[in-house]
């Protein structure tokens, strides 16, 4: 039988109609480094409010509005579908698939995200205005209190769940049924060991979401009380119920972040990774003590003290796979003969930062402590560790990292390493200081402050400013690159990377593995 | 451009400063509490132990920082291929794993302890010597003193910085957010059982210095307790978003000796017997505009702006309501408009107030109605409903 290799569709149809996992998961990065400076510049309005103390830019009530859209967006938007264009690109070329398992709903759960990104950015020009009630809206604040764009939020939440179960479904299915012959379970690459595990995670809580927002909708359009205590409910249950789904939901957010550290630093360690099997069984054991700790987020709502006590045990013993993956990619590079290009460097920094924010999430899981530590700003310094020096730093060395591969061409390193020292310059003066006027007892989401907290806000807006003017370097890094960078011509790109997206041709062609690779 | 020099010396300064005060605990003084960067510490024995805890946690997580990153830096120094390395092979060890999992669970196992008999002890709220509900509004707290005759002590804590600061029109105060017209005033050495609740949305009340934090949660009543064993002001915020004005409801706790305190409670009850004596009056009409001219500054004007021209809420100069009949102005003010910010301020205001400040906005902004509302109306109002 010929190869018969037919290239991409011309012109818009090309994406309208895109079946192909590579078209699919351009499309997903390129939106969710859209929303990621959508969001930030959300984050920018916060942190330019947050100045100086008094009120200069905004009222409390657009604040409001602006914290929630930050989170949503970051969250929803940019960093699950950024790693959702990653799986798509990258899980069919590591485990020698020629697509993914499922095509069409793969290009439907894309074309699903922007008319629902725009129908929630909608709701900014809404009468009564955006939601404003937090990421993680609790009721009654989103139900009772809340302005009517909150039934345009339900409906993009129910959007985004589709989306995502559907490209979960399809993960699954892919890692299931698609690996060439060899490639057995442990011997995939851990990028695809975390997010085949992600992708059970989402399948179990996304519809937990729907319900909750379910609910929401029935208390507010159809007379129902589950979140209102006057006619027999819990505003509380609401909690139990979003925190089910929402923790979970950041190990969704950090296992794939784990795969990628985890084949970037052998890569340029140029030495195999440290304890394989002990990363596959510590992934699985963060997935699934992520069903038991979710009430951690809720040690002041008023639980017996049994509840508080179980939770808290639960939650520390989070930390024990978490510290094996850490020391597991410390001994990676210990006796390696490493080279500190700009992917690398993003990963470095990942290990030290993620770790940092590690060492604060063992603090808050201590109930007593959380009493003091809850919703202030040492709670919001230790989520951005881990959200932003986590996700989005091993997203952007994910990116310097197989960009050529993608496109063929070299992006400029000294452009790169100045983008690492810039960001992680910024971030930490963005986020370190918050760590000190939340335990001086900075309550989160304030628009104004009292006068003692000025000076480390100030700094921290500072920090943010130069973060967020760092990820415009980033922008134009990557568009010269695929522009106009150096070709690259070696199948390898990188002198220390293993595994099957090496050995096909460089820039990645449209169709790879149309005859499955044997692997040995 | 004064301000600014001492801003960024301060600046400078500051993150030093705080280095030395985060070793030693006497470094930092009370009152100095700008740059601040660890907790304070707690005028609470259950305060002083989650500051312990706070800080052998702390102190566990650098000695193990220093160590693995002391390693990982090692590493990024000695193995790097411009130094002519080549690395070696080895890529797993069962035993080294083994360990790396076992320690750090007995390090936790060890954490714990700690941890658990601290909450043990917060949770103990038997045996106080007091009582005091506290529920959370939309933006503001309530205060009730528990009694058992029935005579609770009831107030309400507003904000008391002023729209000029928070605006930038005036110069901010020392206690700028952090202030309020009502504090709570308990006395120093008593344990205090907090009985939390909101009308509204969720709120959490919380004192830093007191190390009490505990959400309010409407149509549910959580427990809580503290014993300061040291005379002060203890200052704290709304810790749950509550909506627009969330960063704007403080709490302020003055714990006091119990002399001070004894005579602070007859004061009150004193005040109270007074309103009900002013509630069975008749008055001027002067006598209400300018009671109500008060009271609209107080708990309308952020709302309705200064001169009832609107804002968040509906203007007053000329609504059909304000000229419109009693009857229905008397329900708004009492009852709120459902589904809108207009609360209900029937509990939140005395009859006496309330019918000042519905004779004020119907006698001001040109609303010249010439009318009046007495208490004893507010009064057979609220029963005929």
Redesign the interface.
């Known amino acids: 039988m010929g190869e018969h290799h037919h290239g991409p569709a011309k012109g818009l149809k090309r994406w309208i109609f895109a079946t192909n996992h590579k078209d699919i998961g351009t499309m997903y990065l390129w939106f969710s480094f859209a929303m990621f400076l959508l969001g930030g510049a959300f984050a920018m309005i916060i942190r330019a409010e947050l100045f100086q103390?008094?009120?200069?830019l905004v009222e409390?009530?657009f604040f409001?509005q602006m914290t929630t859209m930050h989170g949503l967006i970051m969250v929803f938007g940019a960093i699950m579908p950024s790693f959702v264009g990653l799986a798509n690109w990258m899980i069919p070329m590591m485990i020698g698939a020629p697509d993914m398992a499922l095509p069409r709903m793969n290009n439907l759960s894309f074309w699903i995200l922007p008319p629902t990104f725009l129908l929630l950015a909608s709701t900014l020009f809404m009468e009564g205005g955006a939601p404003?009630?937090?990421w993680t809206f609790?009721a009654?604040?989103s139900t009772?209190?809340a302005p009517p764009s909150v039934t345009f939020f339900i409906f993009a939440v129910h959007l985004l769940g589709l989306s995502s179960i559907m490209g979960s479904i399809n993960i699954v299915a892919t890692v299931w049924n698609l690996r060439a012959p060899g490639m057995t379970w442990m011997k995939m690459p851990l990028f695809v060991w975390t997010w085949f595990i992600t992708a059970y995670l989402l399948i179990a809580v996304m519809p937990v979401l729907a319900g909750a927002v379910t609910m929401m909708l029935m208390d507010i359009h159809f007379g129902t009380s589950f979140f209102?205590?006057?006619g027999g409910g819990?505003?509380?249950l609401f909690q139990h119920v979003f925190w089910f789904f929402g923790h979970p939901e950041v190990y969704i957010i950090i296992l794939p972040a784990f795969g990628v550290v985890s084949q970037i630093i052998p890569t340029f360690?140029?030495?195999?990774?440290?304890?394989?099997?002990?990363m596959v069984y510590a992934t699985a054991s963060i997935a699934f003590l992520s069903f038991i700790v979710w009430a951690h987020h809720m040690y002041?709502?008023?639980m017996p003290?049994a509840g508080?006590?179980f939770f808290?045990?639960a939650t520390?013993?989070i930390?024990?796979p978490t510290?094996?993956k850490?020391?597991n990619w410390?001994?990676?590079?210990?006796?390696?003969?490493?080279?500190?290009e700009t992917p690398m460097l993003f990963c470095?920094g990942f290990?030290?930062l993620f770790?940092?924010g590690g060492?604060t999430g063992?603090?808050l899981s201590?109930?007593?402590?959380d009493?003091?530590y809850?919703?202030?700003y040492f709670v919001v310094a230790h989520f951005h560790y881990v959200m932003v020096a986590g996700a989005v730093f091993s997203m952007t060395g994910a990116v310097y990292y197989w960009l050529p591969k993608w496109c063929g061409r070299m992006y400029s390193e000294p452009m790169g390493k100045i983008h690492f020292w810039i960001s992680f310059v910024g971030f930490n003066l963005a986020f370190f200081p918050q760590?000190?006027v939340g335990?001086?007892?900075m309550?989160?989401?304030?628009?104004?402050?009292?006068?003692?907290f000025?000076?480390?806000n100030?700094?921290s807006s500072v920090g943010a400013f130069i973060y967020g003017g760092s990820q415009i370097l980033f922008l134009y890094n990557v568009i010269s690159t695929i522009v106009a960078g150096k070709p690259v011509s070696d199948d390898k790109v990188w002198e220390g990377a293993e595994g099957l997206e090496w050995t096909v041709a460089t820039p990645a062609p449209f169709h790879t593995f149309a005859v499955p690779p044997r692997v040995k | 451009m004064c301000f600014k020099a001492k801003r960024l010396h301060r600046l400078a300064l500051g993150p030093v400063l705080s280095l030395l005060g985060l070793t030693s605990r006497l470094a930092w003084s009370d009152d100095t509490k700008v740059n601040q960067i660890n907790m304070p510490v707690s005028v609470t024995e259950v305060g002083a132990s989650i500051y312990n805890l706070h800080m052998t946690i702390f102190w566990i997580c650098v000695v193990i920082g220093v160590l693995v990153f002391g390693v990982m830096f090692y590493s990024i120094f000695a193995h790097r291929k411009s130094r002519g390395v080549t690395p070696s092979n080895f890529h797993e060890s069962t035993t080294v794993e083994i360990a790396w999992t076992v320690v750090p669970f007995l390090i936790l196992l060890v954490m714990a302890v700690p941890a658990t008999t601290t909450l043990i002890n917060v949770y103990d709220t038997t045996d106080a010597d007091m009582d005091i509900l506290i529920t959370g509004y939309q933006w503001k707290w309530k205060y009730e003193y528990l009694d058992e005759a029935g005579e609770n002590l009831t107030f309400f804590s507003n904000l008391s910085t002023s729209q000029e600061e928070i605006y930038n029109r005036e110069a901010k105060g020392e206690h700028y957010l952090l202030e309020v017209d009502e504090p709570v005033v308990v006395p120093v050495n008593s344990k205090v059982r907090l009985l939390i609740t909101a009308n509204d949305v969720i709120h959490s009340w919380w004192v830093p210095e007191l190390a009490v934090k505990r959400d309010a949660i409407p149509g549910f009543i959580n427990e809580t307790w503290f014993r300061a064993e040291r005379e002060g002001i203890y200052r704290g915020q709304c810790a749950e978003l509550c909506g627009r004005d969330h960063g704007f409801m403080p709490i302020v706790v003055n714990v006091v000796s119990q002399q001070k305190y004894t005579d602070w409670l007859s004061d009150k009850q004193a005040e109270a017997a007074e309103i009900k004596a002013l509630m069975a009056q008749t008055f001027t009409l002067d006598d209400l505009v300018k009671r109500g001219k008060d009271v609209y500054a107080r708990d309308c004007q952020l709302c309705h702006g200064a001169n009832g021209e609107g804002g968040i809420g509906k203007a007053i100069a000329g609504s059909s309501i304000a000229t419109g009949p009693v009857a229905t102005h008397l329900d708004v003010g009492i009852y709120g408009v459902s589904g809108t910010s207009m609360q209900s301020f029937g509990k939140q205001l005395n009859d006496v107030d309330m019918a000042a400040v519905i004779t004020y906005q119907r006698n001001a902004f040109g609303n010249n109605m010439g009318d009046m509302v007495q208490p004893l109306d507010v009064f057979n109002h609220k029963q005929g409903q």
Not at chain 1, 53 to 56: I, K, S
């Open positions: 103390p008094g009120l200069q409390p009530g409001n404003a009630f937090g609790y009654p604040l009772t209190y209102s205590a006057a819990d505003p509380v360690a140029r030495k195999p990774l440290f304890g394989y099997d002990s002041t709502v008023g003290i508080e006590l808290m045990y520390l013993l930390a024990v510290g094996v850490v020391f410390i001994t990676t590079m210990w006796r390696g003969a490493m080279t500190f470095i290990v030290v770790t940092l060492f063992v603090m201590m109930a007593p402590s009493f003091q809850h919703d202030s760590h000190f335990l001086a007892g309550p989160r989401r304030i628009p104004d402050y009292a006068s003692q000025a000076d480390f100030m700094l």
